[in-house]
């Protein structure tokens, strides 16, 4: 009788998800020599979706959230390994400017940049620039060390990459199938010292990481042509217009608290066109209307670390409508604190919710 033995290489990664949470810990896994299978059917799509636009202010209040500095500057070098790696072009430097409403906006602009801590990402004076299509009498306002990924370019690349080094599965994630040992998982012959969810909006279908309050926000934008608005600026109102080249513009975007469904919607569609013409007096042709459900929490912080009874599973999640930016950053922390044993930090770990 002839004995066939099979054995498995034991991976140190297995990753659900291949949004920008999921390629930012295979990036991380990848710059530290680890071995790692990604699993994802692009089932959710909001990171496709996204405008990928980079600003460390919150410019609806003119404030700098917690750690934004660290995270541009840990963001920055990320994606330009990346750019040379895979030889492609995704992170594109470009101003933001505020386009202020009234006197009072100007004023507030002022006193925000006064602030030490906003100083560094605050031009100090007020631009009057004409830019055809776009009137604003009442100027600029010039945020510093801004940019936006090309995602759609940074996802579909990555993708084919791993394809390449073969460890990425196209497929949807059946959670019957995992097993959870002591030391290590196992999925369909795969076998990992861990796994890593980065599912994102789906995490609501995951059994282990259900229980946290990810709400989501679904979020609209339109893909137009405007030959005439002639913008080198991302423009931040009531919306933003970022320009993409040959006269292209993303358009954004909404937000919306209950329609969980990654479907465009007329009433979003018309809420973002009225806004649009608001802003620009040039004619305009709508190339495309997205949607997707951005993986937001109530609190504004990310979800990341390690399942309170399982010490295999980890989570990635939550990174709302900053993932360009918090991706690379929060990968690093939760991969540091896999290989440490430490718990992340509490403002953004799982340890501030009960499981139940």
Same mark, same amino acid.
């Given at each position: 009788?002839?004995?066939? @033995?099979?054995?498995?290489? %034991?991976? #140190? @990664?297995?990753?659900?998800?291949? $949004? &920008? +949470?999921?390629?930012?810990?295979?990036? /991380? +896994?990848?710059?530290?020599?680890?071995?790692?299978?990604?699993?994802?059917?692009?089932?959710?799509?909001?990171?496709?979706?996204?405008?990928?636009?980079?600003?460390?202010?919150?410019?609806?209040?003119?404030?700098?959230?917690?750690?934004?500095?660290?995270?541009?500057?840990?963001?920055?070098?990320?994606?330009?390994?990346?750019?040379?790696?895979?030889?492609?072009?995704?992170?594109?430097?470009?101003?933001?400017?505020?386009? @202020?409403?009234?006197?009072?906006?100007?004023?507030?602009?002022?006193?925000?940049?006064?602030?030490?801590?906003?100083?560094?990402?605050?031009?100090?004076?007020?631009?009057?620039?004409?830019?055809?299509?776009?009137?604003?009498?009442?100027?600029?306002?010039? !945020?510093?060390?801004?940019?936006?990924?090309?995602?759609?370019? *940074?996802?579909?690349?990555?993708?084919?990459?791993?394809?390449?080094?073969?460890?990425?599965?196209?497929?949807?994630?059946?959670?019957?199938?995992?097993?959870?040992?002591?030391?290590?998982?196992?999925?369909?012959? !795969?076998?990992?010292?861990?796994?890593?969810?980065?599912?994102?909006? $789906?995490?609501?279908?995951?059994?282990?990481? =259900?229980? &946290?309050? &990810?709400? $989501? /926000?679904?979020?609209?934008? *339109?893909?137009? =042509?405007?030959?005439?608005?002639?913008? #080198?600026?991302?423009?931040?109102?009531?919306?933003?217009?970022?320009?993409?080249?040959?006269?292209?513009?993303?358009?954004?975007?909404?937000?919306?608290?209950?329609?969980?469904?990654?479907?465009?919607?007329?009433?979003?569609?018309?809420? *973002?066109?009225?806004?649009?013409?608001?802003?620009? /007096?040039?004619?305009?042709?709508? &190339?495309?209307?997205?949607?997707?459900?951005?993986?937001?929490?109530?609190?504004?912080?990310?979800?990341?670390?390690?399942?309170?009874?399982? =010490?295999?599973?980890?989570?990635?999640?939550?990174?709302? /409508?900053? $993932?360009?930016?918090?991706?690379?950053? %929060?990968?690093?922390?939760?991969?540091?604190?896999?290989?440490?044993?430490?718990? !992340?930090?509490?403002?953004?770990?799982?340890?501030?919710?009960?499981?139940?």
């Amino acid at each position: 009788m002839v004995r066939v @033995f099979y054995f498995y290489t %034991m991976k #140190d @990664f297995i990753i659900v998800g291949a $949004g &920008l +949470a999921g390629i930012s810990f295979a990036e /991380t +896994a990848f710059l530290n020599n680890r071995s790692f299978t990604v699993i994802s059917d692009n089932s959710q799509n909001s990171s496709y979706v996204a405008a990928g636009l980079y600003n460390p202010i919150v410019l609806k209040r003119f404030s700098l959230p917690q750690d934004a500095a660290i995270h541009l500057d840990y963001m920055l070098p990320f994606y330009e390994r990346i750019q040379h790696r895979l030889n492609i072009k995704i992170d594109y430097s470009l101003p933001v400017y505020r386009k @202020f409403a009234s006197v009072e906006e100007q004023n507030n602009w002022f006193q925000a940049a006064d602030k030490p801590a906003l100083e560094p990402f605050l031009f100090p004076e007020i631009l009057h620039k004409d830019f055809s299509g776009l009137p604003a009498p009442f100027g600029f306002g010039k !945020v510093l060390h801004t940019g936006y990924v090309d995602t759609v370019v *940074l996802l579909r690349s990555y993708k084919e990459y791993l394809k390449s080094l073969d460890c990425f599965e196209e497929e949807k994630f059946n959670y019957s199938e995992l097993i959870i040992e002591h030391d290590y998982v196992s999925y369909k012959g !795969v076998q990992a010292r861990h796994i890593i969810f980065a599912e994102g909006f $789906g995490i609501h279908s995951n059994p282990y990481f =259900k229980y &946290l309050p &990810l709400d $989501g /926000t679904k979020g609209e934008l *339109l893909v137009i =042509k405007a030959p005439k608005l002639d913008l #080198d600026v991302a423009v931040n109102a009531s919306i933003f217009i970022l320009p993409v080249g040959k006269d292209i513009y993303k358009v954004g975007a909404t937000y919306e608290w209950y329609d969980k469904t990654p479907t465009p919607t007329q009433a979003g569609k018309m809420e *973002l066109i009225e806004k649009l013409n608001e802003l620009i /007096t040039c004619d305009y042709e709508i &190339l495309d209307h997205l949607a997707g459900i951005r993986p937001t929490v109530k609190d504004r912080k990310p979800l990341i670390g390690t399942h309170p009874e399982y =010490k295999r599973v980890h989570l990635l999640n939550g990174l709302g /409508t900053r $993932g360009v930016m918090l991706g690379p950053s %929060m990968a690093n922390e939760l991969y540091y604190s896999i290989i440490s044993g430490e718990p !992340v930090r509490r403002e953004v770990g799982l340890q501030r919710f009960k499981l139940s």
